[in-house]
């Protein structure tokens, strides 16, 4: 695919599966694949702050997965599912 995603300490590495699930085209290093999730988190902040959500509600599976998808659904097509690597 050519996507150079050097990861740096702390960055969970990404295998080749994984990363055939970038949805833009364009992308070809850490940093713009870094950019563009900064902008996708920036939209799920503002979702969660219009919001008021319970603790109980927080704690449960289904909106881990709603917020992770909300994170990064413009940039992976497996967002919001659990990592099988």
């Keep these: 695919m050519g996507l ?13 599966e ?13 940093g713009e694949v870094d950019e563009f999730e900064q902008q996708n988190i920036e939209k799920a902040v503002e979702w969660s702050m219009k919001r008021r959500f319970t603790r109980e509600e927080i704690l449960k599976e289904d909106f881990v997965r709603e917020l992770h998808r909300r994170m ?13 690597t």
């Design 4 to 16: 150079d995603l050097d990861e740096t300490n702390g960055q969970t590495p990404l295998d080749e």
């Design 72 to 84: 990064y659904n413009d940039v992976w097509k497996w967002a919001g599912e659990f990592r099988r």
């Design 18 to 30: 994984e990363k055939e699930g970038l949805l833009i085209s364009s992308v070809t290093t850490r």
